[in-house]
């Protein structure tokens, strides 16, 4: 016989929360699990309310959420028990978190009533977590692949949020990676964001080493992307919160790996020292070539080195006023090609101004 | 070995993980002659065959998708299978052949999940429609199954509803069931011209509807009551309200209603799985129904609705069982019709007065005398009444247990 009024809780009305509780209440068993559950003597001690958080379930239509209390009459010689299943409606675009509720018994002539702090969940349409990477753009390396290092920040102050160890992802270049959807978020579980924390965790996702590398060779500036991810990550509060989904853009710079730079340091140098050598006149015999290439090479190893440093300093390397980024396979295959060619291939191939006293040397005036 | 136990537990310890997640159904659907599709909280869909096997037919992937309800039906010459639900707080409905593969994928609107499938049967245009039922707009809205892309026509808005939830479309009348999760209503909507009106209330939270065979009585499972409500028409306006009698606390969540096979209805609980039930509350595991139960019996026939404007007739049981009774001069004939899927006028078995009139004992005879002959005769049944009545499986000597008389109309329950 279900057992009206028995238990009601009164409705929230705050600033930014609204929510009523529709209870139905039937004659049960002692519950198994009334251990682990939150217990609330009323006022009067006339009865214990039990509650559970984890049971909170969202309703069907992702309209109500259904909490389920269990009432103790500590009146009654023989201890008797009730099972109330709430009907919560939530209104409001707030966030998650903890409520005190005043709530009231009525079994007979016995009346009473107690506090209890209850999980709020809201269905509004709002992200409670924000996902970012720790740069931007997010450096996917190519030499030792390691996934892309992103940040969880829980915005909810009181409540953990879980989130899902899957996530979707799409990309604007899928033939960049070896896999794109269904990726793992750390190692694939489920994991917990604590109230307020922020972890850090890596999107396991792995580049192809040659279409990324070869995608480098579209933007050459520092801070240019090469790619873009966008990742919906599924989460939901504890205790029941409805799941969201977030989508995260995510900014992608390859970076290649020391091996490939190596390859384009020595490829622009042989390129350069050939160059300077196939200028008019310049030919002075393979030995003399050797020797050049040689020097050209530590020259150009010195430069990249050195451009490396500034970079990692904070400074800008421009060359010809290309900003350069010397962790990539076009400028240093560039720097390589500068340094060993020299200025006479640069002014061959228009690359610099000739000076007026170098014109009227050249004419012989 | 030790390698050989390990994976043996490890199988053993998936295998309960799928039947765990079996066990969270959140939806059924069921048509004649068909399997029992099974939607669980995971968003895998089952069949459930006559025997009660079961079978994996497929699993909705789409990232983060929480599933609602599911729907069945035969589109031209293919059987599909349509599954809604949410992604995040978005309202989306995937189209499945019956096989499991994708064909469709329709953006629901605010929120709607709640849903049926209009074949276009009854249409001049033959067009097939999705009705969806939206809990936060309260309105319900026509999505075009051949063309995905196009916008979401709005059928009704009830301003009046609470939270609108699950839906039923009746081919029969043309109409749309749509329960209020928020104040227990059942609302109906004319589809001819979007006017609706609430033919139910107390229905506690209603979370899916089924509609008889014969499309006459509807049935609500309420999900905080644990109780399965019967909605019976009578004529085309007036509706009266049931519980089928279940054991107390047999569920402990609700989530889903299909009628099923022989009167029964498969139900589902999200904490305890997949049921058929019979109208007398019997439970049973889906397949399982007793072969005794499975047949139309007159063990008791509830809910039998006599319109009192016209000749004697009860229509549309539970059990599929008609009564009429027609005068022919001096002679009276009972006609009783067994079974509601053959049709009025099938199946006829004849009973003479004097034959009925020995199995009849304290049954009241009120014969209208201003009406001609081969004109129709009023019985008024009450409550003890002894009737005979017969069926293919022979005569039944049956009591009126239950006997409510209103302007137009009667309820009856008659047990055998």
Redesign the interface.
Known sequence: M?QDKLLEIDEIKTADVTASFDI?C?A?QSPDAVGQMRRVTTKGRKFALHFDPRTIVL??????F?YTFFLEDLQAGQKRWYQC?A?V?SRGAFLDRNIVVLFRVSHGANVDEGELELPVHS?A?QDFIGVVTRDIPAKANLSSPSGLEVTVHNLLSEMDVVV?G???VSSDHPNYWKAVG?CDLGDGKQFRVRAGETRVIQLQIEPKKLPALLSTLTSVKPDGQHERLNV?V?YASDFGG????LLVPIQVRFVPSLASLVVALFAGSFLGTIAGQLLPNAWQGTKTVLKTAAKALVFSLVAELFAMLLVALGSRFVIIQFDLDPWQFLPVFFIGFVVSGGKEVLKYLGFTKQSTEDKRLEEGT | MKCIAFLLSMLISLAGVGSETARHPIAVDYHLDGPLFVLSSEGEVSQIGDTGSESLLMTTEAYGFRPVDIVSARLGEQNYVFVSGFIGREGIIFQYTSSGVFVARFSSPQLAAGFDVDTGSQSPLHESLMYVASPVANAVFALDIANPSKSPRTIASIKEAVSLGPLIFDRQLNKLFVGDQGNGKLYEINLSDGHHSTVATDLGTPVALALSEDDATLYVADSAGGRIIKVAAVGHERRTTRTIPTTKGAFVRLSGLAAGPRGTLYLADFQKGIFQITMDGSIHAPGQVPAQTKQPTLACATDLRVDLRRPLKIENSDIGLYLYGISTSDKLTIYVFRSSKLGWGTNVTKVSRDRFKTFLADLTLAKDNSLEEDSYVRLTLKKQDLIALTTESGTFRAKVTESHYFKDYAVLQICK
């Not at chain 1, 409805?242 to 989904?245: H, S, T, V």
């Open positions: 279900a139905q039937s049960s309703g069907k239509f992702g309209q109500f259904l299943t009907q409606s269905i349409k899902d899957k996530v979707q269904l919906e599924s409805p799941n969201r989904i």
